[in-house]
């Protein structure tokens, strides 16, 4: 190899996992090739996708420059950022198809969501972080307390998929701060016996998400066409698959956000139950190797954060797949590093750029 393109891949790798690199790489790679069928072979979308991973490659490659020590530093204020752009958002947001998600900022329009989902367990696990010679009762309290006022946000915009996803990554770090499981076991009957509640103040349309869960056919047409449709591909793909660009619930425009929400369900068709579990275990080896570098961080903000990230990302993960093969209720989750979206793919690259930094200042250095 040229002497001066060497140098160049050092600099470029010194600051990244390589093993996980080559697994994001991986799963990106179906990502293009499933988009490239999903969107009718169109060559604009699919280049802007393009795009798209190079940001939230570059995003990755900042992040991973810096420390551990000086990502926690940030927790504070992209916190406060966060909960103010929230704020705005409840006050001045845009309306898009029923729901208050978005904010002009200047010349372009931002989902400050997608800030707070990593923003949340940066500052729960900051301030377990803080306290962590004496942690009591009280801390995890008020890092539940942290937990509640950007998630109580987010439902009321409304965004209930964001809304589980934020929720996730902030008890991931209670928990693995060392959340007692009479605790959670607590939390979790509260959670049930607050169901009532939950569907009184829930949306028609949310309530109708979930009646389509329990039984599709009842709407066939209106609220249970997407799990229906989402589940024929999949059963249709069988083993092996159609082959590439050979799906014919995609193809023929019965599958509905066939290159965002639902495009595992273009995956499977096209390539079948062998596909999919390759796809499956990538996702998992992914989370694994984030778990691991959890397991040699140095510190316990590093491992707190590594530890919600690898988990967060399987939860981006099973709550997309779950939708689509019809075990959980659609919630608009895109499929993490396979969805075609520049926002989802800069913040996935922001969480793995923690993950690098994280693994390149670990404790065990001979650690792989």
Known sequence: MNPWLLRLWRFLARPLDLHLLALLGLLSLIGLVTLYSAIDESMTRWSGQLLNYGAALLCMWLVAQISPARIASLAVPLYVLGLLLLVGVALNGDVVNGARRWLH?????????????????????????????????????????????????????????????????GFYVLFLAGLRYRVITLLMLLAVAALPVLWSSMHDYQR???????????DPLGAGYHTIQAMIAVGSGGFTGKGWTNGTQSHLDFLPERHTDFIFAVFAEEFGMLGAGVMIGVIIAIVLRGLRIASH???????????????????YAFVNIGMVIGILPVVGVPLPLVSYGGTSLVTMGLGFGILMSIHRHRSNLHAT
């Not at 801390?139 to 934020?166: E, K, N, S, W, Y």
């Not at 109708?208 to 009842?218: A, C, E, F, H």
């Open 105 to 169: 900022i200047g010349v372009t329009r931002i989902q400050p969501s997608e800030l707070v989902k990593l923003a949340t367990p940066m500052m729960i696990a900051w301030y377990l972080h803080r306290h962590q010679e004496f942690l009591k009762p009280v801390h995890f309290l008020t890092a539940t307390l942290l937990l509640i006022a950007p998630l109580a946000l987010v439902l009321r915009q409304p965004d209930l998929g964001t809304a589980m996803l934020i929720g996730a990554g």
């Open 208 to 218: 109708r998400r979930v009646l389509t869960l329990l039984d599709p056919s009842q």
């Open 297 to 315: 961080a140095n510190g316990l903000f590093a491992r707190l954060m590594a530890g919600s990230l690898a988990l967060s990302f399987f939860t």
